[in-house]
């Protein structure tokens, strides 16, 4: 245990370093996203039979429900690697969808958004409630087809969890999701944002590092009510002029962010909860922007080149608002 720990902390100093994300460094070595005991699973992963592959199905589950773009690609290359792997994922999966809707719906078996390997397997278990056959199917696909299948299952797992307090369509509710970060006919990097103070759903806009920060914002802390567009364009001509690479590093920046993310967690929600959205309007120790989506990057652009953001953001905008942010940020870290 102290060797894998030591050696997290040896790569993500390479990481601060160098700017790379340590699961690309070393592909063994992922983050902790360990949700048994916290409550954010809704559908328990059943381990009967094959222990192994369900262990990996449910650190899957657990980094997808994080949004952990990194873990999720390498544990599902991990998965579908093997057939009982993805048999496993998938099987189960299919069973949560079963018994969410009382049995699989058409459109998750015929509806040509669904990947073809995912919906060859649910037909097959719909008519047959076999996990040997889809074992079968597995078995007969190839290494490519099991990763589409598989991550077909990730994403309607995520999504049944996601709206599990609500009445979950399918595809509907599904085809937005995970989390919610999509706009029309799923499309994973468009985020619904308002013209003016107060409309939303106006203006579509598509964007990955938005739509990741979308989904860092509403697993930390649920919807802002400010969706402005005009905010979001100022902050992200900023981001922009922070990084060293500019428009180009932007293009990479999302798994930045992720990570980012997914080490500071407890900091973010603390952050949301003591400043943000969970503030009343106007009470004292609310800050206004922390009330957007855009917020998340400026935390860490904060956190990794404090002094790059700082002179961007001094060129463009006003540097109280900055401060104010800085500050606040600055304090979750002095109450860990």
């Known amino acids: 245990m102290t060797s894998g720990h030591a050696r997290k902390n040896r790569v993500r100093r390479d990481q601060d370093r160098t700017g790379a994300s340590y699961t690309s460094v070393d592909a063994a070595t992922l983050h902790d996203h360990d949700h048994s005991t916290d409550g954010m699973r809704v559908f328990s992963v059943p381990y009967v039979g094959k222990p192994a592959e369900a262990q990996l199905a449910a650190r899957l589950y657990d980094a997808a429900l994080d949004g952990c773009r990194a873990c999720r690609t390498s544990l599902l290359d991990r998965i579908a690697a093997t057939a009982d792997a993805t048999a496993c994922l998938v099987a189960w999966v299919c069973l949560a969808a079963s018994e969410t809707f009382g049995g699989l719906p058409e459109d998750l078996t015929d509806n040509s958004w669904l990947p073809a390997p995912w919906r060859e397997i649910a037909t097959a278990y719909e008519r047959t409630l076999s996990p040997e056959t889809v074992a079968d199917l597995c078995a007969a696909m190839t290494a490519e087809q099991r990763h589409e299948a598989a991550g077909a299952a990730t994403d309607i797992v995520v999504a049944l969890t996601h709206h599990s307090g609500s009445d979950v369509q399918a595809p509907g509710d599904i085809r937005y999701c995970p989390v919610c970060g999509g706009g029309e ?107 957007h989506f855009m917020s998340v990057p400026l935390c860490e652009r904060l956190d990794s080149a404090r002094t790059a953001l700082e002179q961007a953001w001094n060129r463009a905008l006003p540097p109280a608002a900055l401060q104010e942010i800085a500050a606040a940020w600055d304090s979750t870290r002095e109450g860990r």
């Open 185 to 291: 006919d799923g499309h994973p990097h468009e985020v619904y944002l308002a013209s003016e103070p107060g409309v939303w759903g106006i203006v579509m806009v598509t964007d990955p590092v938005l739509a990741a920060a979308s989904r860092v914002y509403q697993q930390a802390v649920g919807d802002p009510e400010n969706r402005g567009v005009d905010l979001y364009e100022a902050i992200r001509s900023v981001i922009v002029a922070s990084l060293p690479e500019g428009e180009a590093g932007y293009e990479a920046y999302p798994v930045r962010l992720e990570d980012f993310a997914v080490r500071h967690r407890e900091r973010l929600q603390d952050l949301f909860v003591r400043y943000g959205p969970e503030t009343p309007v106007g009470g004292p120790g609310r800050i206004d922007l922390l009330d």
